[in-house]
DNA sequence: GAGTGGTCTAGACCACTGT
DNA sequence: CAGTGGTCTAGACCACTCC
């Protein structure tokens, strides 16, 4: 750990390995396979594989490198680690579009909504949070909603701090750009049924997409938003979270367990968004108070 | 994406894999190797496979599951990306103490330690940041700081708003239980050389640990810090972190880029920060107005 | 020197995808 | 159907660790 003038380089391209490699070289003192990896991860970075393009089949591979088909997929194995290629059995492997990573502004974004509650519907309805987000309009947007009742199992029921098997309503939600296969995030929410159930446009995936997101959700029930804690953690995918989010089985996702607290200090929602690490930031912000307040 | 009345299971045990499998059977569908990696991971949660024990070698394995050795290698490297075993060349394969989450409250810790510059020495010096983590006491960490001086290259400049090669003061430091041997997180923190210089203590690793933390140290020499920015992203470890972290190749790290704003709206301090993702959560808390304030 | 995990080969059969 | 990636085998040599 001692030279790392690229710590900062690490952040941007996820990946920081030694120097070029013109071909794969017995020379050289790395597995051959990493060798491999790493030439054809310049050939994608400069653009001569290009996005969404076929590469060469495994066989194709192995013949133009000498190396056995062995250690060609340990090559490819490396690229579909660094999010660079997406295989599909009997079909092949394509390069993947360079994923921008998308900033997601949570401190902000819940002061927003929470403003945004006190304006009128046509104007809420204008732009929603993943809007806000991402910059695109409702018609290029594409929900998915889904609400079930559920009773609390032992963990939910202690993070409410209610009795097991307390009503609840679960709501899984995602959104996609119409352009784009994968969603953003997949959200998995949980609400308290007796505190929802007076607004039966709460109770159904019917009315969705809801304009004003969840805190307007809350304040027509009467309850307002004190603050919202979340616990961010880095894991990997499951095997339908993977699919979902079009995510390598070797990358890891942003799990954020959200936990709304209302003004009289009840937990009113608790969610689990999960994000594609390969494309997702999140950031928060620190008001710190003044010394001399 | 139907079923997932265990969402939350996923964020206890980083896994959740199908049911229980009492042997490697040709008449299960899934992959012999899956096979043989869930019915280890079983073994090894049942305590049968007890933590810090060898695993069975792959020659031994391969004999007593009837696969080739190719598999067996194919199951250890599952188990390896799911944190429970720990590789080591020419050793063997260790079972991994289980992780204990370790959850960071990031919000909380910097008004703690904006609060705590006030406090005279001696108070200070009882408890600094890390123990404020950990519960520990500074007898019971090891520290390492390591100090020097570079230019600003493009990407420290822009996020500094300062000319490409600006002095920085550059620290880079950890903290280790000793009674384990891995740190808890890896700092590279970024100072304008010019803002610190008039304190020589702020200067050199010989003054290390300095009591206070890095917003008293920049409060010597005038400086009081108005918010912090956090961007937080998965992403592979590179293979020094993943040594530093003794964390798997698999494994994803939690990196933080902590961006520090002075009251005079200048950027004091940038830190990188990387945490284990395996054993970390980071804790972000979003206080909101009142509607009716 | 014996044993370990890391790399590598040259095959094979399979499920799946396109045409 | 031919071609693809996914699984699997039965070997081999290597670097490394420990005795």
């Known amino acids: 750990?001692?030279?790392?003038?690229?710590r900062s380089t690490a952040r941007q391209t996820s990946q920081r390995l030694g120097g070029s490699v013109s071909g794969v070289n017995s020379?050289?003192?790395?597995?051959?396979?990493?060798?491999?990896?790493?030439e054809l991860r310049a050939r994608i970075e400069s653009g001569e594989l290009a996005r969404g393009t076929a590469m060469p089949s495994e066989t194709e591979l192995a013949d133009s490198s000498g190396l056995s088909r062995t250690s060609v997929r340990n090559a490819i194995r490396q690229l579909r680690e660094w999010g660079l290629v997406r295989a599909e059995q009997g079909r092949g492997t394509y390069v993947r579009a360079p994923r921008q990573r998308i900033r997601r502004r949570n401190t902000e974004r819940y002061q927003w909504e929470k403003d945004r509650v006190l304006l009128d519907e046509?104007?809420?309805?204008?732009?929603?949070?993943?809007?806000?987000?991402?910059?695109?309009?409702?018609?290029?947007?594409?929900?998915?909603?889904?609400?079930?009742e559920v009773k609390a199992d032992e963990e939910m029921a202690a993070a409410f701090g209610l009795p097991v098997g307390t009503p609840l309503l679960r709501r899984v939600y995602w959104?996609?750009?119409?352009?784009?296969?994968?969603?953003?995030?997949?959200?998995?929410?949980?609400?308290?049924?007796?505190?929802?159930?007076g607004n039966k446009h709460l109770l159904s995936a019917d009315y969705e997409p809801w304009p004003g997101g969840t805190q307007h959700q809350l304040s027509t029930v009467g309850i307002e938003l004190d603050?919202?804690?979340?616990?961010?953690?880095?894991?990997?995918?499951?095997?339908?979270e993977a699919e979902l989010l079009d995510i390598e089985a070797g990358v890891a996702v942003l799990d954020v367990?959200?936990?709304?607290?209302?003004?009289?200090?009840?937990?009113?929602?608790?969610?689990?968004v999960v994000f594609p690490g390969d494309r997702t930031e999140l950031c928060f912000t620190t008001k710190l108070k003044r010394w001399n307040a």
Not at 27 to 38: G, I, M, N, S, V
């Open 27 to 38: 020379r050289d003192w790395r597995p051959r396979y990493l060798q491999l990896a790493e």
């Open 227 to 240: 603050r919202i804690e979340e616990v961010v953690q880095a894991r990997p995918p499951l095997p339908d």
């Open 122 to 148: 046509a104007e809420r309805r204008r732009t929603g949070g993943t809007e806000h987000d991402t910059g695109l309009t409702v018609d290029d947007l594409k929900f998915h909603a889904e609400y079930s």
């Open 257 to 272: 367990r959200k936990t709304s607290y209302d003004i009289r200090d009840r937990v009113v929602e608790i969610a689990d």
């Open 175 to 197: 959104t996609s750009s119409r352009h784009e296969t994968a969603p953003l995030s997949a959200s998995y929410s949980y609400l308290p049924y007796d505190l929802v159930k």
């Open 1 to 6: 750990m001692s030279d790392r003038h690229d």
